[in-house]
């Protein structure tokens, strides 16, 4: 799912495959398997073929205790669909008990079974006791939603012996999956679901906005129809309070459908049950809107079509990929003409967002034209306004992209002391909106001004602990990215924009439940977003180097590379649209960018805070 920004764009997935020990076969050539010898760990080899699939062997004849414990460990990083090699290994009453898909646990290495007897030795019929343990790494839960974890991890697996064969067999079992980091990146992929936007109002005519609900599903185990199960059930929790799905509740697939593919022209037909066969076209064509941008990273070529069929097999509705752009749009759905910063003189520049050798110029308009200097800016969504903080950080100006244009006075004042305490650079939403922090430290803020003017709005923040030193709003209007700070350490929090009007009265804002994305930096410099689901984070880990990656709004790491390695990083800029180029203010090299498959390229030498629209 992850773009390469050496490389912008979508990446398929690079798949593993292993032969491990007496359990994971490899189903192309595998002419012989060992039945016996010591136990060890293998580590995976990379898998060339995205096709070929991993089984597991089952449990041979008076397999001892301890290959029964890790050939049921091995079998759950099989693509086994239902898990039935796994269940072979468990003792009739436990496959009744035992729900795999209640969770994954990600531990950082495989996990480590240890003997602790149950009985007074394995030779016993009294049972014989296993324990798991690792460091967590990541919870996946039954909604296939992803988080970070850094507990400890610790279960056991208890073993009997079948009264007729005499067999060892699991009989008692942690529910869920477990398997180490490895085995998770060679069995799952991310794949956007897609919903839209409950608390965001687009123009008259305008397309809906979605919003990215990112989710793992097992990659070999047919994706495609996971994930439509997946998003007929709805958003994951978190995201849920601010989006809405356009399928009727209770929608499922069709009972008998067993799996979902395109066809030789990349067209998709789902088939729905009865709770579907009633809704309109309008409503119909959104529900196909959602499944289309759905689908679009699980098929290297994409989907071009989506038929939804009534539970009669009649035809529902038809939807084009083409249509479906004009019935949904990713963020704003619109691609930046400009990329901006502020040059020499401290006035806000532009240069075009494509590769270009054209010189940055300054911007129509008071903040381009005028005398007031700037030291940080933000350019609306739709190109035609820009706000801009003054040098010293204390005040914020708003002015429109029209040459001639006049400043007015500034919209916000701050009363921090020092510049580092006084406002953050601004950031505008999908409605127009513009959101600052004031960092003042005797009255930090999270403040919004509607369309960028009037008295400001108060962002309450519940549970945010710390002072927001950076700010940026997804273009969906739903999510926004915070930088942080507590105690002398920075961490990059995504949290969810929730809006309560009510007629005649100022909307009450306020940011919930803001998780960590990139909890293994401890420190968060700059940010920005870089996807629909993705941002580009610059910080450093304990005692470590700065560094440059890729994350997610789940706090997972995309497949691909990080950008190219560039030192004094001191802020970044990426555009929702991944085909654009980085661009990045270095301090020995000022403003530089980074388009896909080159390196990075210097623009101005004396140039700061670069910025995309947003």
């Not at 920004?5 to 990446?11: I, L």
């Not at 009744?96 to 950082?108: C, E, G, I, M, Y």
């Not at 958003?235 to 067993?258: A, H, I, M, N, Y």
């Not at 071009?304 to 749009?329: F, R």
Request: proline share 6%.
């Amino acid at each position: 799912m992850g773009a390469d920004r050496e490389g912008s764009g979508r990446r398929r997935p690079v798949r593993l495959a292993a032969y491990v020990g007496c359990g994971a076969l490899l189903l192309a050539g595998c002419a012989s398997m060992p039945d016996s010898g010591d136990l060890r760990d293998v580590e995976s080899t990379p898998r060339q073929d995205s096709q070929v699939r991993v089984f597991a062997m089952p449990p041979r004849e008076n397999a001892s205790s301890a290959e029964i414990v890790q050939g049921f460990l091995e079998a759950l990083t099989s693509d086994d669909p239902q898990y039935e090699t796994a269940r072979k290994y468990l003792t009739a009453s436990a496959r009744k008990t035992w729900d795999p898909d209640a969770s994954t646990t990600v531990l950082a290495d495989a996990p480590d079974p240890e003997p602790a007897h149950a009985g007074t030795g394995e030779d016993t019929d009294e049972g014989f006791l296993y324990r798991l343990s690792g460091g967590k790494v990541a919870t996946v839960d039954a909604q296939h939603a992803y988080a970070p974890d850094d507990g400890s991890y610790n279960r056991t697996v208890h073993l009997t012996r079948l009264k007729n064969s005499k067999q060892w067999r699991i009989d008692g079992l942690p529910q869920g999956v477990v398997m180490g980091k490895s085995d998770f990146q060679r069995n799952y992929v991310s794949v956007n679901k897609y919903y839209y936007a409950s608390n965001v109002t687009s123009g008259t005519g305008a397309p809906l906005g979605t919003v990215a609900d990112p989710v793992y599903v097992r990659e070999q185990v047919d994706p495609m129809t996971q994930i439509v199960r997946a998003l007929l059930k709805g958003p994951t929790r978190w995201l849920d309070p601010v989006v809405t799905s356009s399928f009727p509740s209770g929608t499922e697939l069709k009972k008998g459908v067993e799996s979902l593919s395109p066809d030789d022209r990349n067209r998709v037909t789902v088939p729905l049950n009865r709770k579907a066969d009633h809704v309109g076209r309008s409503q119909c064509t959104k529900m196909a809107a959602q499944l289309l941008f759905t689908f679009q990273d699980l098929t290297p070529t994409g989907v071009v079509e989506v038929e939804l069929q009534k539970s009669d097999g009649s035809q529902l509705c038809v939807v084009t990929d083409v249509q479906a752009k004009s019935i949904a749009s990713h963020g704003t759905g619109q691609r930046p003409e400009y990329q901006y910063f502020i040059d020499d003189r401290q006035r806000l520049v532009r240069m075009p967002s494509a590769n270009s050798d054209k010189k940055p110029e300054s911007v129509p308009g008071a903040l381009g034209e005028g005398d007031k200097k700037l030291r940080s800016a933000a350019v609306s969504r739709d190109e035609s306004s820009a706000a801009g903080v003054s040098a010293d950080g204390s005040s914020l100006y708003v002015g429109s992209l029209v040459s001639g244009g006049s400043l007015g006075e500034a919209v916000l004042h701050s009363q921090g002391k020092t510049a580092d305490d006084r406002l953050t650079t601004p950031s505008w939403d999908a409605q127009g909106d513009l959101w600052v922090a004031d960092r003042d430290l005797k009255n930090p803020r999270l403040l919004l001004l509607q369309k960028g003017a009037g008295e400001p709005l108060v962002v309450q923040t519940p549970n945010l602990d710390g002072r927001v030193e950076a700010v940026r709003v997804a273009a969906d209007g739903v999510r926004i990215a915070l930088i942080v700070e507590k105690d002398g350490e920075s961490s990059l929090q995504i949290g969810r924009i929730v809006r309560d009007s009510q007629a005649g009265e100022r909307p009450a804002v306020s940011i919930i439940e803001p998780r960590s994305v990139a909890p293994q930096l401890e420190e968060v410099t700059a940010m920005s977003w870089a996807g629909d689901n993705r941002l580009v984070v610059v910080g450093s880990e304990k005692g470590g180097v700065q560094q440059m990656r890729y994350v997610q709004v789940d706090g997972s790491t995309p497949v691909g590379t990080a950008p190219s390695a560039l030192t004094g990083v001191k802020e970044i800029a990426a555009s929702e649209d991944e085909r654009l180029p980085l661009v990045a203010h270095s301090l020995e090299d000022g403003i530089v960018r980074l388009s896909s498959g080159e390196q990075w390229q210097k623009v101005d030498k004396d140039g700061t805070a670069p910025v995309y629209p947003g």
